[in-house]
Protein backbone atom coordinates (compact mmCIF):
# COMPACT_ATOMS: atom_id res chain seq x y z
CA UNK A 1 0.00 0.00 0.00
CA UNK A 2 1.43 3.57 -1.30
CA UNK A 3 2.03 6.06 1.50
CA UNK A 4 -0.03 8.81 1.26
CA UNK A 5 0.49 12.28 -0.31
CA UNK A 6 1.19 15.13 1.57
CA UNK A 7 0.11 17.36 -0.96
CA UNK A 8 -2.23 20.18 0.22
CA UNK A 9 -4.52 22.55 -1.87
CA UNK A 10 -2.87 25.41 -0.38
CA UNK A 11 0.46 24.09 -2.36
CA UNK A 12 -0.60 25.68 -5.35
CA UNK A 13 -0.81 29.01 -4.47
CA UNK A 14 2.67 28.48 -3.21
CA UNK A 15 4.06 26.76 -5.93
CA UNK A 16 2.76 29.77 -8.01
CA UNK A 17 4.62 32.64 -5.76
CA UNK A 18 7.77 30.70 -5.79
CA UNK A 19 7.61 30.13 -8.99
CA UNK A 20 6.71 33.74 -10.01
CA UNK A 21 10.25 34.45 -8.45
CA UNK A 22 12.58 32.09 -9.98
CA UNK A 23 11.87 28.97 -8.26
CA UNK A 24 13.38 25.63 -9.80
CA UNK A 25 11.52 22.30 -8.97
CA UNK A 26 14.87 21.70 -6.58
CA UNK A 27 13.56 24.63 -4.63
CA UNK A 28 10.04 23.45 -5.03
CA UNK A 29 11.08 20.07 -3.03
CA UNK A 30 12.88 22.25 -0.45
CA UNK A 31 10.59 24.16 0.11
CA UNK A 32 7.69 21.44 0.84
CA UNK A 33 10.71 19.09 2.11
CA UNK A 34 9.91 16.20 -0.21
CA UNK A 35 11.95 14.69 -3.15
CA UNK A 36 12.26 16.15 -6.46
CA UNK A 37 10.07 13.01 -7.55
CA UNK A 38 7.75 14.38 -5.32
CA UNK A 39 7.17 17.33 -7.05
CA UNK A 40 7.11 15.58 -10.79
CA UNK A 41 4.55 13.35 -8.80
CA UNK A 42 2.20 16.10 -7.97
CA UNK A 43 2.34 17.69 -11.00
CA UNK A 44 1.09 14.53 -12.91
CA UNK A 45 -1.76 13.97 -10.04
CA UNK A 46 -2.79 17.06 -10.01
CA UNK A 47 -3.31 19.39 -13.04
CA UNK A 48 -4.12 22.53 -10.97
CA UNK A 49 -0.59 22.42 -9.27
CA UNK A 50 0.84 21.77 -13.00
CA UNK A 51 -0.72 24.90 -14.15
CA UNK A 52 0.40 27.03 -11.40
CA UNK A 53 3.75 25.81 -11.91
CA UNK A 54 3.74 26.30 -15.38
CA UNK A 55 2.05 29.61 -15.46
CA UNK A 56 4.96 31.09 -12.84
CA UNK A 57 7.55 30.13 -14.25
CA UNK A 58 6.53 31.29 -17.85
CA UNK A 59 5.75 34.87 -15.55
CA UNK A 60 9.75 34.55 -14.32
CA UNK A 61 10.87 33.71 -17.23
CA UNK A 62 8.84 36.46 -19.44
CA UNK A 63 10.56 38.93 -16.64
CA UNK A 64 13.83 37.87 -17.58
CA UNK A 65 13.43 38.03 -21.14
CA UNK A 66 12.24 41.68 -21.10
CA UNK A 67 15.13 42.07 -18.90
CA UNK A 68 17.82 40.88 -21.61
CA UNK A 69 16.04 42.36 -24.54
CA UNK A 70 16.61 46.06 -22.31
CA UNK A 71 20.53 45.00 -21.52
CA UNK A 72 20.90 43.87 -25.51
CA UNK A 73 18.83 47.45 -27.01
CA UNK A 74 20.48 49.88 -23.76
CA UNK A 75 17.99 51.82 -21.37
CA UNK A 76 17.37 55.01 -19.48
CA UNK A 77 15.73 55.31 -16.21
CA UNK A 78 15.04 57.79 -13.49
CA UNK A 79 17.49 58.57 -11.11
CA UNK A 80 18.23 60.67 -8.14
CA UNK A 81 21.87 61.99 -6.31
CA UNK A 82 21.34 62.90 -2.84
CA UNK A 83 24.26 65.63 -1.98
CA UNK A 84 24.76 67.11 1.37
CA UNK A 85 26.28 70.71 1.27
CA UNK A 86 26.66 72.22 4.53
CA UNK A 87 23.83 69.95 6.93
CA UNK A 88 21.52 70.34 4.08
CA UNK A 89 19.99 67.67 1.91
CA UNK A 90 20.16 68.43 -1.89
CA UNK A 91 18.34 65.89 -4.31
CA UNK A 92 19.24 65.99 -7.66
CA UNK A 93 17.02 63.93 -10.29
CA UNK A 94 18.64 62.86 -13.50
CA UNK A 95 18.19 60.71 -16.31
CA UNK A 96 20.64 58.20 -16.63
CA UNK A 97 21.54 56.12 -19.57
CA UNK A 98 22.97 52.43 -19.53
CA UNK A 99 24.31 51.42 -23.24
CA UNK A 100 23.11 48.51 -25.50
CA UNK A 101 24.95 45.77 -24.07
CA UNK A 102 27.06 43.91 -27.00
CA UNK A 103 26.85 40.36 -25.23
CA UNK A 104 23.38 40.74 -24.75
CA UNK A 105 22.61 41.25 -27.85
CA UNK A 106 24.43 38.96 -29.77
CA UNK A 107 23.00 36.56 -27.25
CA UNK A 108 19.33 37.52 -27.91
CA UNK A 109 19.96 37.02 -31.92
CA UNK A 110 21.72 33.86 -31.69
CA UNK A 111 18.80 32.40 -30.34
CA UNK A 112 15.88 34.45 -31.98
CA UNK A 113 17.57 34.36 -35.42
CA UNK A 114 19.81 31.22 -35.04
CA UNK A 115 19.84 30.94 -38.74
CA UNK A 116 21.57 33.90 -39.59
CA UNK A 117 23.49 34.35 -36.42
CA UNK A 118 24.85 31.16 -34.82
CA UNK A 119 28.45 30.07 -34.49
CA UNK A 120 28.19 26.94 -36.51
CA UNK A 121 28.53 27.36 -40.60
CA UNK A 122 27.59 24.31 -42.58
CA UNK A 123 30.20 24.04 -45.82
CA UNK A 124 29.73 21.84 -48.44
CA UNK A 125 33.40 20.79 -50.59
CA UNK A 126 33.03 19.28 -54.09
CA UNK A 127 35.83 18.27 -56.26
CA UNK A 128 37.86 15.30 -56.51
CA UNK A 129 40.98 14.77 -54.67
CA UNK A 130 44.10 13.03 -56.72
CA UNK A 131 47.04 11.46 -54.29
CA UNK A 132 49.88 11.27 -56.32
CA UNK A 133 52.91 9.49 -55.18
CA UNK A 134 56.41 10.30 -56.41
CA UNK A 135 59.20 7.52 -56.02
CA UNK A 136 62.02 9.10 -54.92
Given at each position: ?????????????????L????????D???F????????????????????????????????V??????????Y??????????????????????????????I?????????????????????????V????
Amino acid sequence: MARPTAFKPEFVKQAAKLCKLGATDADLADFFDVSIRTIANWQAQHPEFLHALKMGKAEADGKVERSLFHRAVGYTFDALKIFNHQGTIINAPYREHVPPDTTAAIFWLKNRKSAQWRDKHDVQHEGELKIVHEAA
